[in-house]
């Protein structure tokens, strides 16, 4: 009896490695009894032949599953949540199932997951990637051989040509800005992330934007990067707030970041936002739970959900046709809101009032 195709490549990447087939099969299938950097070498191999095993459908010749992969940053962080139930809606109205990886901000972990997810025969990919050095070697390298169907979902690259749905993460930034301009902050401090994922980058250019268009001044002491974390967040707003010159406002690239804000104001004895103004992005469902009530940049969490799922099964659809065309990638920034609470609504202190 001949040797099935998929036998006969394991038993290739085998011999090449030097270890036994039984070895390659439990790295596949991510079993015990295997080395994390013996796993790393079989995957590394099998990634640059190019072998994609079917573990899914072994044997079958139908080729679809219908499921969808999908590679988070940080499933803790409640924006993802709701981002994930907008994509599980529409893949469930389409029969089709999802599979939900996490990635924890690991390039390393990401790519292992997404080879895992290619290996499983999933029909396509959704995933909000982890950016920064080397961040797109891992789409170029895992999936441009077979232009395997993807949409980027909150991140995207500049210098890569992919489909892609977030928010106007830049245009988010400006209405936070503006509506602490509006509110008469002049000294407006900015607290982000790392300038290398994509959502942090633009939020800081429209902070900027908005005090160009006020004639205000950019001052670099304002600006700070810290990891985008609770204690990032308390820790940059200590050392705002014990400047010479602290700000009147402060607004934090996201949520988190912002209630960490709100705390380290209120350890320093002020009054949120009698003395300092705080606003944050992304809206999760406890900013207006916290006290004082948030004031956030809200993103259509599970719109993007929506739209993403929906762009995918397109392109799937598009491939699975007998004459697919020229595939063009679509980039959609959806429109995000001033969600107005307490932590904002009061105009600033006199100068030397504080």
Known sequence: MKNKPEQKRLRDVARMLKVSTATVSRALNNRYGIKRETRAKILKKIEALGY???LVAKGLRVRKTSTIGVVIPNIE?????????????????????????????????????ILALLSKRVDG?????????????????????????????TRYFRAMAHQYVGCDDRHGGYLATKHLVDMGHVRIAHVTGKEDISPYHDRLAGYRDALRKHKLAIETDLVRQTPATFDGGYRTMRELLHLKRPPSAVFAANDLMAVGALRAAEADGLKV???????????????PLVKPAL?????????IGHKAA???????ARRESERPGRFDPTRLFLEPTLSMRESSQSKPPEQGEK
């Not at 936002?273 to 900013?287: L, R, T, Y």
């Not at 004031?295 to 719109?303: D, H």
């Open 310 to 316: 929906e762009m995918l099964l397109r392109d799937i």
């Open 52 to 54: 994609r095993p079917n």
């Open 125 to 153: 990919l959704i995933v909000a990637p982890v950016q920064g050095r080397g961040g797109m070697k891992t789409y170029r390298d895992a999936l441009s051989r077979e232009t395997f169907p993807l949409v980027l979902v």
């Open 295 to 303: 004031t956030t940049v809200c993103q259509p969490k599970r719109e």
């Open 77 to 113: 962080y409640s924006f993802f949540p709701e981002l994930i139930r907008g994509i599980e809606a529409v893949a469930s109205r389409n029969n089709y199932q999802i599979i939900l990886c996490h990635s924890n901000e690991d390039l390393e972990k990401e790519r292992q997951e």
């Open 273 to 287: 936002p009698n003395d300092v103004a705080v606003v944050g992005f992304d809206d999760i469902f406890w900013a």
